[in-house]
Every structure is written in structure tokens, then in C-alpha cells.
């Protein structure tokens, strides 16, 4: 029995994708034969060795760390408070973009919540869950589960709110080169309500 490890390196354009495998105690003389199938969410791999005279094939499915160095960020929030007023703010930012375990990364650092700084910003999607975390003069973890509520502090230089999010839509999607998030909350502040929000996350890459 012979412990075999290797490590594969894709360079796919924009993506970086980078995989170890461990296949233990498999008998071999020589080096498996290995075939990669890539896609958008991981890879296929496929090896062949011989045993006992005999050759015997095996499947992995890895699920890959792909991403994008640098993306387009665009936010889109439309907020529609208790009296019927409507507005839209639209915000651009450069980041990155990164897949990770099933879960969706963008990382941006955010200069329209602190005149003093540019806050670093990060959106964690996962399932049924999207989680915005801000650690900075302004600092939060917001999380937004679908059909569910959920509670945060938000910490500003003036104080902090004590935040609820009932969450009413939450879907995505991703392409190999772009992306995109809607969300659909409504948001109370301090036990008091604020309003309804409407939230489009969009990244590009550059």
C-alpha cells in the first residue's frame, strides 16, 4: 500500500483554480494516468492504475477555489420607507470575487459609509443565507436568511443600532466571468421600523 499525493495548478483565464488530492493506499509500480475535466464549480478527476495485473479506474468530483482577482462591483439598493417615498442609490467599487467550500465571496473596500475611511467589506453567500460583514469605523455582520429574521449590532462612530432584517427574496447567479445577488428585506432600527429595501449585487470581471 503506497500513500499518493499530488497537486494540480489551472490557470483558466482569469480563473486560478488549485487542487490537493491524497489517494491512500492504493498499490502501484508507476504514476496513476490522471484526466482533469474542469467546469465553473470544480473539477473531475479521473485516474487509472494497475493492480493485481488488473487496471482499475477511480472518480473524484473537487470542488475547486476558483476566482477572480479583479471584478466591477456594482450595488444597487432601492429603499422604500413607511410613507411610500422611493429611492435608489447606485454604488461602483473594485474587488474580488471568490468561491470557496459552496460559498460565494466578494471583497471590496466600501468609501460611501465613513467620510473618514473606506471600510473593508465583505458578502458571504451561501445556500440560503447571505451574510454582508463591515470591519472598520463603521463594523457589522448582517446576516439575511431566506424567510427567516435575523438580528445585528451595527457599530458606527456615533453609536451603535440594534438592527432586525426580515428577509423576503434571496437568489443569484454566476457565469464564469460575472455574477450577480438579489435581496429583498425589510429592516427595523433600535425596535423601530425603517423600511423596505430591494438590494442588487452585480460584479463583472476587469
Known amino acids: 500500500s503506497t500513500d499518493f499525493s499530488f497537486r494540480l495548478y489551472l ?57 477572480l482577482d479583479s471584478v466591477e462591483i456594482i450595488i444597487r439598493a432601492k429603499q422604500k420607507d413607511l410613507n411610500g417615498k422611493v429611492e435608489i442609490v447606485e454604488h461602483k467599487a473594485q474587488g ?6 459552496g460559498k460565494h465571496y466578494i471583497r471590496y473596500m466600501d468609501k460611501h459609509l465613513s467620510p473618514k475611511e473606506q471600510v473593508p467589506t465583505v458578502i458571504k453567500l451561501g445556500d440560503r443565507e447571505l451574510t ?53 428585506y425589510s429592516l427595523e432600527a433600535n425596535g423601530a421600523a425603517v423600511g423596505h429595501y430591494d438590494l442588487e449585487i452585480r460584479f463583472t470581471a476587469t
Open 11 to 67: 490557470n483558466c483565464d482569469s480563473f486560478f483554480m488549485f487542487f490537493i488530492l491524497t489517494v491512500q493506499k492504493i498499490p502501484f509500480r508507476k504514476l496513476p494516468t490522471i484526466t482533469l475535466t474542469p467546469n465553473n464549480l470544480g473539477v473531475i478527476i479521473m485516474y487509472s492504475f494497475v493492480r493485481n495485473q488488473n487496471t482499475e479506474h477511480e472518480c473524484f468530483y473537487i470542488r475547486s477555489f476558483a476566482g
Open 96 to 101: 474580488s470575487y471568490g468561491c470557496k467550500g
Open 132 to 184: 454582508i460583514i463591515r470591519q472598520g469605523l463603521v463594523s457589522s455582520r448582517q446576516s439575511f436568511i431566506l424567510q427567516g429574521e435575523t438580528r445585528a449590532d451595527y457599530h458606527t462612530p456615533y453609536g451603535t443600532m440594534e438592527l432586525v432584517m426580515h428577509t423576503h427574496e434571496l437568489s443569484s447567479e454566476f457565469q464564469e466571468n460575472q455574477g450577480s445577488i438579489h435581496l429583498v
